[in-house]
T-cell receptor, first 114, second 111 residues
């Protein structure tokens, strides 16, 4: 069964550093998403991406964050100048032509900012 | 603004029992509702997806129902097993195509 692949599975970074989280969505999916889950809290929407541009973003997704689809397969989340409160599990997801058909999530990247 | 609530927050039952997990949402304008399983420190595994036009979906020992008018969904697990122990999350796809998540029910099945 097709999978969404995320790398790395765990990243530790120093406060103030930039990190790039990588995702390979399912090949025929057209919509891509990033969600995050701070330990012990609900999963939160960050951003959705369609047709090479952001379609929706939450209040969390401020200028510190950016997304990119640098080639035909990868979808990245960049976090600039990381803060302690950015420590969370970050999930990438993708969906087919119609998002209501359901999402497939990756296994997540655990980001620890020290 | 859509809000999703799951009750109970935690549940512990003996192996073999049937159980029901509850999920409620405040805005009935949803495209679908999805149930996920999350093991500690792990990713999100999709279990069942119910479209807004559907009433229920079944997969093996799992059955999920949806009642949009009352803003409720349930996940029924039959003949529970220790391997079912995990956190179960429900998420509603809202009118902006954003998944709005509940806080989850932590399920422990005692052998």
């Amino acid at each position: 069964e097709p999978e969404v692949t995320q790398t790395p599975s765990h990243q530790v970074t120093q406060m103030g550093q930039e990190v790039i989280l990588r995702c390979v969505p399912i090949s025929n999916h057209l919509y891509f998403y990033w969600y995050r889950q701070i330990l012990g809290q609900k999963v939160e929407f960050l951003v959705s991406f369609y047709n090479n541009e952001i379609s929706e973003k939450s209040e969390i997704f401020d200028d510190q964050f950016s997304v990119e689809r640098p080639d035909g397969s990868n979808f990245t989340l960049k976090i600039r100048s990381t803060k302690l409160e950015d420590s969370a599990m970050y999930f990438c997801a993708s969906s087919e032509s119609v998002p209501s058909y359901g999402y497939t999530f990756g296994s997540g990247t655990r980001l620890t900012v020290v | 603004k859509q809000e999703v609530t799951q009750i109970p927050a935690a549940l512990s039952v003996p192996e073999g029992e049937n159980l029901v997990l509850n999920c409620s949402f405040t805005d009935s304008a949803i495209y679908n509702l999805q149930w996920f399983r999350q093991d500690p420190g792990k990713g999100l595994t999709s279990l069942l997806l119910i479209q807004s036009s559907q009433r229920e979906q079944t997969s093996g020992r799992l059955n999920a129902s949806l009642d949009k008018s009352s803003g409720r969904s349930t996940l029924y697990i039959a003949a529970s097993q220790p391997g079912d122990s995990a956190t179960y999350l429900c998420a509603a796809l809202d009118s902006n195509y954003q998944l709005i998540w509940g806080a989850g029910t932590k399920l422990i099945i005692k052998p």
